[in-house]
């Protein structure tokens, strides 16, 4: 079984940064695409920011020029450095890994809320 470890969400005024950071192990093969997902209140989860292992990143429109996805793959883990927040940018953020197989695996979700 795979585990991934999130940290670092949290209260933040409008404007103001945080890093997310999650870590995997456990019996994940190889690793393909790492990420993140958010759901806010009464909405769909969608993609924030995803990462390969070449470093070739996508992000949503949304969070382009704020949010900035990186991997480690000596450490196997993921992070999200996120600056000038904005109220909508409040959720759930759940890491997400992709093997080579297409398997998917996911954090238990960390709660950003950002204040207006």
């Known amino acids: 079984q795979a585990l991934l470890v999130e940290s670092g969400g949290g209260l933040v005024q409008a404007g103001g940064s945080l890093r997310l950071s999650c870590a995997a192990s456990?019996?994940?093969?190889?690793?393909?695409?790492m990420g993140w997902y958010r759901r806010a209140p009464g909405k769909q989860r969608e993609l924030v920011a995803t990462?390969?292992?070449?470093?070739?990143?996508n992000y949503a429109d949304s969070v382009k020029g704020r949010f900035t996805v990186s991997r480690d793959n000596a450490k196997n883990t993921v992070d999200l450095q996120m600056n000038s927040l904005k109220p909508e940018d409040t959720g759930v953020y759940y890491c997400?890994?992709?093997?080579?197989?297409?398997?998917?695996?996911w954090g238990q979700g960390t709660q950003v809320t950002v204040s207006s």
């Open positions: 990462i390969t292992g070449h470093s070739y990143t």
């Open positions: 997400n890994i992709m093997d080579v197989f297409g398997s998917n695996y």
């Open positions: 456990g019996s994940i093969f190889s690793i393909s695409t």
